[in-house]
């Protein structure tokens, strides 16, 4: 095998591909990278058998074939190359691979490409095309209430479904740790009226982020039962579903808040971080004190002190005390893109609903702490 490709588009390619690798197992293979030469290129194979991805990339091919090799070390190399470089990399039959960059020369031990596993295909029950922004926004509203509580592994994902909302069926990305919950619609594209509700995986989740930056690309998603593959002109993410029952996350989200708040969302964020410095690391509790058209925000951390700051906000029902983790409300607060907040309250025990102005497509639900 022997192929010359741009530092660049290698960086990018290796640098996809060592990311899905773990760190420690205790499959050697599982470490490296499979480097194979197609007909338009070379592509880049890397699983942890949960999770699998290829990234096609342009090359100049001179000799076809296939190896593996430390995914981590061929990144380490990549990145530090001269940007610009061209690189050659050539494999022989003493099985060591040869980077060549300028006078830059390296020889990296291989594995054998037939050991390496390439994740089953299967029979995908639905497959319909997305804008990457749509299923950007989903998944990033979403995934900062993801669990990280390895005992309830069903809640270590986003549940991706269809569902009934306001304006018909809609696609659904919904996450929530048992004390916040996000839950974002988008319009149903075509082709996923059948698709079934599927926990994509945390990781799945963090690795797909880096497909979608383009706004003006369209992801191809395929859902089966068992796996989900979002796909690009050059890159495939194919992983591993979270096999379990997500929760019926509608009997938590309140339907009976009435007490209503209007908050510029920038402001408030920044508050509840200012105030909650003084909080104790463990609980990290900060107090809303609500009254008409007014919101204290107050922390008492008898070990190291007390803040407070008010805001101006539109609020004309009775007072309320009520008190959340500092860290829930800015995360929250973060991922509204409309101006204002809305809060819609019930008492100082019962969880608060928070949307993002009049836009009902994305709601998020956080339950009280005492304070």
Same mark, same amino acid.
């Given at each position: ?11 990018? =390619? /290796? ?29 880049? *194979? ?16 001179? *000799? ?7 995914? /981590? ?17 050539? =494999? ?75 304006? +018909? ?22 082709? =996923? ?12 989740? +963090? ?36 096999? +379990? ?14 007490r209503k708040l209007e908050v510029d ?12 410095? /003084?909080?104790?690391? *463990? ?16 922390v008492n951390a008898p070990d190291s002190?007390? =803040? ?29 893109? *409309? ?33």
């Amino acid at each position: 095998m022997k192929f010359s490709i741009e530092r660049a588009v290698l960086v990018k =390619a /290796v640098s996809q591909a060592q990311s899905i690798v773990e760190r420690r197992n205790t499959i050697p293979i599982l470490a490296n990278v499979l480097i194979e030469t197609t007909e338009s290129g070379v592509s880049f *194979r890397a699983t942890d058998l949960d999770t699998e991805v290829v990234d096609l990339s342009a090359a100049q091919v001179e *000799r076809p074939g296939s190896t593996t090799v430390s995914a /981590v070390m061929l990144n380490e190399i990549s990145r530090k190359l001269p940007d610009g470089a061209l690189v050659q990399i050539s =494999a022989d039959d003493a099985g060591r691979l040869s980077v060549q960059a300028g006078r830059s020369n390296f020889s990296l031990a291989t594995l054998p490409r037939d050991d390496f596993p390439v994740m089953a295909n299967s029979e995908y029950s639905a497959t319909f095309k997305a804008p990457a922004k749509l299923l950007r926004r989903l998944f990033d509203k979403s995934k900062f209430a993801i669990s990280t509580e390895e005992t309830r592994y069903y809640l270590n994902g986003v549940y991706m479904h269809v569902a009934k909302s306001d304006d +018909g069926l809609a696609l659904r990305c919904v996450a929530t740790d048992g004390h916040r919950l996000a839950r974002i619609d988008a319009p149903l594209p075509i082709g =996923a009226e059948e698709m079934p509700g599927v926990i994509v995986p945390r990781k799945t989740v +963090g690795e797909l982020r880096k497909l979608l930056d383009d706004d003006d690309a369209e992801i191809t998603v395929s859902v089966s039962e068992t796996k989900i593959r979002f796909a690009t002109a050059t890159i495939t993410l194919t992983s591993k579903v979270i096999d +379990g029952t997500f929760p019926d996350y509608t009997r938590v989200i309140p339907q009976n808040n009435t007490r209503k708040l209007e908050v510029d969302a920038t402001d408030f964020a920044r508050a509840v971080d200012r105030v909650a410095t /003084v909080s104790s690391e *463990r609980s990290r509790a900060v107090k809303l004190s609500l009254d008409a058209d007014k919101l204290v925000l107050s922390v008492n951390a008898p070990d190291s002190g007390a =803040a407070e700051e008010e805001l101006v906000v539109a609020y004309a029902d009775e007072p309320l005390e009520i008190g959340f983790n500092a860290k829930y409300l800015q995360e929250i607060a973060n991922q509204v893109d *409309r101006d204002n907040a809305v809060f819609l309250f019930n008492s100082s025990g019962d969880a608060a609903l928070i949307r993002e102005g009049s836009d009902l497509s994305a709601v998020y639900v956080v339950m009280p702490m005492r304070v």
